[in-house]
């Protein structure tokens, strides 16, 4: 499930970097509500619906700092923001589905609402709608980066799902599908906000990177929450991870750690669908090292993003780009605090 970013008691806030771009924001957010005109009479109801409960809109405000970055924000921006977050709105719709989550910002998915076989189609819907959107810039690469980023986000949610309870999944197997599933739309992100303003490939690609770092962290962030965070406070539901057998991070830290005897009784409960809190993986083997060195390895990651904007002259827009950066770092430290 998707990630969103939340302060030290998880409740739901503004991103303090972003608030450079609050004014572009407010455009951007009401282009998003408009596009529900855009289908049918009889599927704009759901279409509001699922926009409305979605999130921080963190892939537009990345979009928009790296253009600030790079020689200013444009109209093509506020299309390119619009675009990558009605393809992760669809993304979301369908983790849901998978996860079988009944919340999402405290008020039901839409697959609790109405069912997996509409909200399936209500994805696809979503999906379709924003390529065809993409359609629209001048620059065919825009439209084809977008395309691959989304192919990306369904490829790494296709892996997931085949690995799930595969107690043989590796790190670097793990970090490659999150990088697609949730990563692949921040680095086109940032990426395409530096292409729209006609920057070379040297700043886009570096831009990229730092994208993916981002995305990356942000995942094993999310990864981390669901197995420390307060569903009351978060506003979703927390504690699907394990439930469904997905092997994150910190539960893959666990296992190097786990005894044979520990990593038979873990799978043993994935696969009987058992309920797991913190105290439950206490007792299987070091809980709080593995989530200690699952945060160790997401702050080396940030280090790593903030380099990449050496490419990028100073300016204010820069500064927010790595303020993403250290914003993450506190709630990662809250992680680690909780475990």
């Known amino acids: 499930m998707s990630p969103e970013l939340k302060d ?52 537009p405000a990345l979009a928009l700092l790296a253009g600030g970055a790079t020689g200013g924000m444009t109209e093509n921006h506020t299309r390119l923001s619009v675009i990558l977050e009605m393809v992760h709105i669809a993304s979301l719709v369908h983790d849901d589905i998978m996860d079988g989550a009944d919340m999402r910002r405290g008020l039901p998915t839409a697959s609790a609402k109405w069912g997996h076989s509409l909200s399936v189609l209500l994805g696809d819907a979503l999906f379709a709608y924003a390529l065809e959107l993409a359609t ?47 990563a692949a739309l921040f680095a086109i992100a940032a990426q395409l906000g530096a292409r729209l303003n006609g920057q070379s490939d040297h700043v886009q690609e570096a831009l990229h990177r730092y994208g993916l770092k981002l995305g990356t962290v942000y995942q094993i962030y999310d990864d981390c929450l669901d197995l420390v965070g307060d569903e009351q406070k978060v506003g979703k539901t927390l504690r699907t991870d394990l439930i469904k057998g997905k092997l994150t991070l910190p539960i893959l830290y666990l296992l190097m750690d786990a005894t044979d005897a520990q990593k038979t009784k873990l799978n043993r409960m994935l696969l009987k669908g058992e309920p797991m809190d913190a105290s439950i993986l206490a007792g299987i083997a070091d809980y709080e090292g593995a989530i200690e060195r699952a945060v160790k390895d997401a702050m080396n990651l940030l280090k790593e993003a903030i380099a990449e904007l050496d490419c990028l002259p100073d300016s204010v827009y820069r500064q927010a780009l790595e303020g993403t950066a250290t914003y993450l770092h506190k709630l990662l430290d809250n992680c680690r605090v909780m475990a």
Not at 24 to 36: G, L, S, T, Y
Not at 147 to 175: H, K, M, P, W
């Open 8 to 59: 030290s008691n998880q409740a739901s806030v503004a991103v303090f970097p972003f608030d450079l771009v609050r004014p572009q924001m407010q455009i951007v957010e009401a282009a998003i509500r408009q596009q529900a005109d855009g289908f049918d009479p009889g599927v704009q109801g759901y279409v509001s619906y699922v926009c409305e409960t979605s999130g921080k809109r963190i892939r």
């Open 136 to 182: 629209e810039f001048d620059d065919k690469e825009v439209c084809r980066s977008i395309a691959r980023a989304s192919r990306d986000v369904c490829t790494g949610e296709i892996l997931q799902t085949q690995r799930r309870f595969d107690l043989n999944l590796t790190i670097r197997e793990y970090l490659r599908i999150i990088e697609m599933k949730t």
